[in-house]
Every structure is written in C-alpha cells, then in structure tokens.
C-alpha cells in the first residue's frame, strides 16, 4: 500500500476516533487533516505510517526502530507505558497558520503529569516494583495527576504532501545539553545549569519542529526546579550541621570493594532531595592527599519512568547509606577516610494540591477540536 493509500484509510480511522466528540478532521490534502492524519495513526498504533509521514530530511537523520524511542507528540515513557499513558493523554487540535511551504498546527495536550505522580507515589521501604503496581492500579482507576501545556505540530509541504518536521538533529543536540545540565545541577553549579537551560529554551525559541512546545515546558518546569536550588543555596549551607553521620565505619562491601557505611540523619525541619557527602584522606601533617564526592541521596528533576522510589530525606528521618570507595589503593591502605556532609538541596515546598484526571490544568482556552484517548499498543524506547 503507497503512502498516499495509508494516508486515506487514516484519515478513515482519525474520523473513527473523533466521532464521539461529535467532531471530524477537515477534509482534503491540507495541513490540518494531515495533523490529524499522523495523531489518528499515533493512537491507533499505527508507528510505521507516522514515521513514513516525516520529512526527508528526518527519514535519512533516523530510522524506523530509532523512531520508536522518540515518537514526537507521544509521551517520553517507555515500552511498558507507553500505551497506557499515550490512552490517558488528549490532543486538541487548533487553527494551523500557514507561511508557504511550511504550516505550524497547534495542538493543546491533557495528559499525567509524570515527575510529580512520580513523587506522589513513592513511600518509605518501596521498591520499584510496588511504585510500579501502584501506578498501573491508579491509571486503571483514572486517579493521577493531570497537566496541560499548548504544543505544536510542523507540516511541511514537499511536492504535493503535508509531511512533519521531527527536527530528530536538533532534538539530539539539545539531549546533550541537557545532560550537561542535570549534571551541572547535581554537582551543585547552578548558574551553570542555568545557562544550559537557558541556551536550550533560545534554541527552541528559534527552531520549528513539532512537539518543540512540549519539550520547552519540561525544561522550563526543571529550570524552575534549578533557580529554587540557587536561591535556597545560602540556606542549604547553613542547614548543614543539621545532618549529622552516625556509625561510621570503612569496610569491605559484601563484594569484597573498599567501602565506608553509616547513618545519615536529618535532624532539621526541612526535607531534602539530596544530599553530597565528601569522603577525604589527610597526611600526617594534616594535608589533603585525596577526596571523592558521593550522593547518597539525589532525586532526579526528570521522570523516571516508575524504576525508583523518590523518596525525600524527611526531617528527623535516618537513612543507612553504604559508599564505595573509589581512592587509589595506597591512599586507602596507609590513611583512614573521613566521612563529612559537604551539600544538600532542598525539596520543593509542599505544591497546592493537584489537579487529577478529569480536570484541566493550565491550559489555555483554545476551543479546539480534541482526540481523545484510544487503546494502543506500545513502543520501545
């Protein structure tokens, strides 16, 4: 079946799926019944056709089974969510604006809002597997926390067909910036996690690719994340002496590795979703031969897809932590490491309660037309 084909049977099928709203794709070849051509086959499966209806230059940039992992529009999870998570997510579809060759379809997304159900759903002593059960309970009860955000699909025009502009080239170069930014955050560089965001929110501001919408307003909600930590810096040093380590003994793992244990308490008022301790070697004149940072608390700003238990260090909670020690062999064999906690960042204050599913949140008032969610079968990723 040609392209043309698969295009008139979807077109077929996004009707099909618009139906119980009461509300049909434009007709005909434009650029709008193309954008609801390509989320037709996005919530009916069909992967292959989505990825045959990008532009030539993200065709060549990537293949089918690369497609897969990153399905613009579609939610960042992987295989084992995908198609739950993609059947709880909206799309709205708005007026297109068309500049020649190129149009920019808005479309407004409904869909869990992952990094804070993430958080929700964590509790002390969980395991993966029971923060992944309670999830997979709470999205057949449809009780999960719900945002919104105004989005975009890019068709461009090559000979006769609208096709979507991915941008897979400039969605590679922004992965690794921000990389560099999660690690510059954790590492406590603020300003310079600062600045990555901030070089990725201006390219985003100057490329047109579809889903670029989506990923500015991931970035935006982690940049806000970061400008918390930089103004809480001054306190999170003071709060310091608020941890202390108890039981602190260097032996060796149940490995047989170089490895320092203790306890690590919090006995301030805030919680914390990191903490870095410093482990150092001194000479006897009281010289700093070596030192190894380690973090054994660090919740990540991104969603996990459900594979850790996020879980705050609370105050008065006492947390075991075990570290393997990374120093050199002479270093370890003739001096006694030091354990001390060298940086904290604090947690996020305590949200307004959130909006559930059901509810709109923080979406603009677009009236557009929606597709609602349908029975897929997942991807990997």
Not at 41 to 63: F, I, N, P
Request: aromatic share 8%; with cysteine; net charge neutral.
């Amino acid at each position: 079946m040609t392209l043309r084909q698969h295009i008139a049977v979807l077109g077929m099928a996004a009707m099909v799926l618009l139906a119980g709203c009461g509300q049909q794709p434009p007709p005909g070849p434009s650029a709008e019944s193309a954008a609801y051509i390509y989320l037709g086959a996005l919530k009916s499966a069909d992967y292959q056709t989505c990825y045959r209806m990008l532009v030539e230059a993200d065709l060549v940039y990537g293949s089918l089974q690369g497609f897969l992992g990153q399905i613009p529009m579609a939610p960042n999870v992987e295989r084992r969510w995908f198609a739950q998570i993609e059947a709880a997510t909206e799309y709205r579809v708005g007026q297109p604006v068309q500049r020649g060759a190129e149009a920019i379809v808005p479309v407004s997304v409904i869909t869990p809002n992952l990094p804070l159900w993430e958080r929700m759903l964590a509790q002390r002593r969980d395991t993966p597997q029971s923060v992944q059960r309670r999830a997979e309970q709470q999205l057949a009860r449809g009780n999960y926390p719900l945002l919104a955000y105004d989005d975009r699909i890019v068709m461009v025009l090559e000979g006769d067909e609208w096709r979507l502009l991915a941008g897979f080239k400039q969605r590679a170069r922004l992965e690794q910036i921000h990389d560099q930014a999660l690690a510059a955050y954790h590492e406590f560089h603020y300003d310079r996690a600062l600045s990555l965001y901030g070089e990725m929110l201006k390219q985003l501001a100057q490329a047109h690719f579809t889903a670029s919408g989506g990923i500015a307003f991931r970035l935006k909600a982690e940049m806000t994340r970061v400008e918390q930590a930089r103004a809480d810096a001054s306190a999170a040093k003071s709060y310091l002496p608020s941890l202390m380590l108890r039981n602190v003994e260097a032996k060796p793992s149940e490995s047989g590795a170089p490895g320092i244990f203790g306890q690590l308490v919090n006995s301030g008022g805030r919680r914390l979703d990191q903490v870095e301790v410093t482990v150092s070697y001194y000479g006897r004149a009281g010289n700093l031969l070596y030192a190894e940072k380690h973090t054994p608390v660090a919740l990540p700003l991104e969603f996990t897809d459900f594979n850790l238990p996020l879980i705050a260090l609370g105050p008065g909670e006492t947390r075991n932590i075990g570290i393997a020690l990374k120093a050199p062999f002479d270093i370890q064999q003739d001096n006694k490491p030091q354990l001390r906690v060298s940086g904290v960042i604090f947690s996020e204050a305590d949200p307004s309660p959130p909006k559930f599913h059901g509810a709109v949140y923080g979406m603009s008032d677009t009236n557009p037309a929606a597709l609602p969610g349908a029975d897929v079968k997942g991807r990997g990723k």
